[in-house]
């Protein structure tokens, strides 16, 4: 039996974004300290750390002796290189291990992988190169959606092709590199499944998370999703099913199709906590974070259980466009929990931070947290709108806010 990692011991973070913060928040709250490692300083995992080493991934001296000075390794970011994964790994544990990272760092491995585990994904199929992109159409036919195998987020390296004429050029639009032709599922929701695997295989999930998209970045969460009992039963298995096929050690996010009818089909895998999981800090006994933390130090997993259903919506850098939100406007709403990352450039589609909402039912809480968010910005627009009225202009659009 190994030994559990004890509070006052030291938690490696490879990456430094708003996971590796939010996971250090959980890991410091339990009497951990923090090390981040990632090739930039002043970051939002490294404001919150005991240290915050700067190096390149490549620089494996640097990585090796990041790694003696900590008890285990953990990521935040999938996209770490492999060998960098294996040079921590000589010194220390490293959870999950590089080989769950092998898997998930390339699209047209995952699907393999869940294809080959007999677990439902769309039709797919590679594109290594040039000679391969008609062949790929011709076996997944058209509408689809092309997207390169690698370090792909966000929408970013994806396009979608309507009709078999346009499957060269969206090829060429992401940069003629690997990549994976999938036919486009008309999906009628997306959920997610985040489960937590301890050491000892033991797993715990949070149950269906519902999430909607804005230009493909993830907007609003909510929990539980809107779907049947039986999907949501079916959804859970399916993650619990691939964490144990994995062999994870810490959390993994199982996103999901949800097609007309129920049928479920596996979009992705992150091995690591999810933004679909944000809103468990406010709404469950125990935070995915604190999951995360359990799992790589070798203790029990927490409960589940969650206080009220919840909602989450993300604050993107277009909030910023015309200035500073409105905080204590949001403030001024007793029930929302507003989380920001740390991050001092505002840019468009930056994930710059998110807010929750508890509330009797997840429709309502998903309306509390979208009026939090408006009320971000509520006094600009109004302005804004009474100028192009003063002017007798249309108003422009307003970014960042959706209705
Ligand atoms: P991904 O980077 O694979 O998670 O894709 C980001 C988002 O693009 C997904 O959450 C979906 O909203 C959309 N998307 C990706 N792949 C497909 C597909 N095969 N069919 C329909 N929509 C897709």
Redesign the pocket.
């Given at each position: 039996m190994t030994q559990a990692i004890l509070p006052g011991s030291t938690i490696g973070v490879l990456g430094s974004g708003q996971l590796g913060r939010l996971f250090a928040i959980a890991a410091r709250r339990m009497g951990y300290r923090v090390h981040t490692f990632s090739p930039d300083d002043d970051t939002p995992a490294g404001q919150v750390s005991d240290r915050e080493i700067a190096a390149p991934y490549e620089d494996l001296d640097a990585v090796r002796a990041f790694a003696r000075d900590v008890d285990v390794v953990t990521f935040e970011f999938e996209n770490v290189p492999g060998e960098t994964a294996r040079a921590a790994e000589e010194i220390a544990p490293v959870r999950p291990g590089g080989d769950v990272l092998h898997v998930v760092q390339n699209r047209i491995r995952e699907k393999t992988f869940l294809s080959r585990g007999g677990f439902p994904v769309?039709d797919f199929a590679p594109i290594e190169g040039e000679g391969d992109v008609a062949a790929a159409l011709a076996k997944i036919g058209a509408p689809a959606?092309v997207?390169t195998a690698r370090s792909?987020?966000?929408?970013k390296g994806?396009a979608k092709i309507e009709s078999a004429a346009e499957a060269f050029s969206a090829w060429e639009a992401i940069g003629r590199r690997e990549a994976i032709l999938?036919?486009?599922?008309p999906?009628e929701r997306?959920i997610s499944v985040v489960v937590a695997r301890a050491l000892d295989g033991s797993m715990a999930d949070f149950g269906a998370i519902e999430n909607a998209?804005s230009r493909?970045i993830l907007d609003v969460s909510s929990a539980p999703a809107g779907v049947a009992a039986a999907v949501r039963k079916e959804a859970v298995e399916i993650g619990h099913a691939i964490a144990e096929r994995l062999g994870v050690v810490g959390v993994l996010c199982i996103?999901f199709?949800v097609e007309p009818g129920g049928r479920l089909l596996v979009?992705?895998l992150a091995p690591r906590p999810h933004n679909s999981g944000h809103l468990t800090m406010d709404a469950c006994v125990t935070s995915q974070f604190e999951q995360q933390l359990r799992a790589v130090c070798g203790l029990a997993l927490g409960s589940t259980e969650y206080l009220r259903p919840a909602a989450m919506a993300n604050l993107l850098g277009d909030l910023w466009e015309d200035g500073e939100p409105d905080w204590p406007a949001v403030c001024s709403l007793p029930e929302i929990k507003l989380h920001l990352y740390g991050k001092s450039q505002a840019r468009p589609r930056r994930k710059m931070g998110h807010l929750t909402a508890l509330a009797p039912t997840a429709g309502e809480a998903r309306e509390a947290v979208l009026a939090a968010r408006r009320a971000l910005t509520r006094a600009r627009d109004d302005r804004k709108r009474e100028l192009a009225r003063e002017t007798g202009q249309e108003a422009a659009p307003i970014s960042g806010t959706r209705p």
């Amino acid at each position: 039996m190994t030994q559990a990692i004890l509070p006052g011991s030291t938690i490696g973070v490879l990456g430094s974004g708003q996971l590796g913060r939010l996971f250090a928040i959980a890991a410091r709250r339990m009497g951990y300290r923090v090390h981040t490692f990632s090739p930039d300083d002043d970051t939002p995992a490294g404001q919150v750390s005991d240290r915050e080493i700067a190096a390149p991934y490549e620089d494996l001296d640097a990585v090796r002796a990041f790694a003696r000075d900590v008890d285990v390794v953990t990521f935040e970011f999938e996209n770490v290189p492999g060998e960098t994964a294996r040079a921590a790994e000589e010194i220390a544990p490293v959870r999950p291990g590089g080989d769950v990272l092998h898997v998930v760092q390339n699209r047209i491995r995952e699907k393999t992988f869940l294809s080959r585990g007999g677990f439902p994904v769309t039709d797919f199929a590679p594109i290594e190169g040039e000679g391969d992109v008609a062949a790929a159409l011709a076996k997944i036919g058209a509408p689809a959606v092309v997207k390169t195998a690698r370090s792909g987020y966000d929408g970013k390296g994806q396009a979608k092709i309507e009709s078999a004429a346009e499957a060269f050029s969206a090829w060429e639009a992401i940069g003629r590199r690997e990549a994976i032709l999938e036919r486009f599922v008309p999906f009628e929701r997306e959920i997610s499944v985040v489960v937590a695997r301890a050491l000892d295989g033991s797993m715990a999930d949070f149950g269906a998370i519902e999430n909607a998209h804005s230009r493909h970045i993830l907007d609003v969460s909510s929990a539980p999703a809107g779907v049947a009992a039986a999907v949501r039963k079916e959804a859970v298995e399916i993650g619990h099913a691939i964490a144990e096929r994995l062999g994870v050690v810490g959390v993994l996010c199982i996103e999901f199709f949800v097609e007309p009818g129920g049928r479920l089909l596996v979009n992705e895998l992150a091995p690591r906590p999810h933004n679909s999981g944000h809103l468990t800090m406010d709404a469950c006994v125990t935070s995915q974070f604190e999951q995360q933390l359990r799992a790589v130090c070798g203790l029990a997993l927490g409960s589940t259980e969650y206080l009220r259903p919840a909602a989450m919506a993300n604050l993107l850098g277009d909030l910023w466009e015309d200035g500073e939100p409105d905080w204590p406007a949001v403030c001024s709403l007793p029930e929302i929990k507003l989380h920001l990352y740390g991050k001092s450039q505002a840019r468009p589609r930056r994930k710059m931070g998110h807010l929750t909402a508890l509330a009797p039912t997840a429709g309502e809480a998903r309306e509390a947290v979208l009026a939090a968010r408006r009320a971000l910005t509520r006094a600009r627009d109004d302005r804004k709108r009474e100028l192009a009225r003063e002017t007798g202009q249309e108003a422009a659009p307003i970014s960042g806010t959706r209705p």
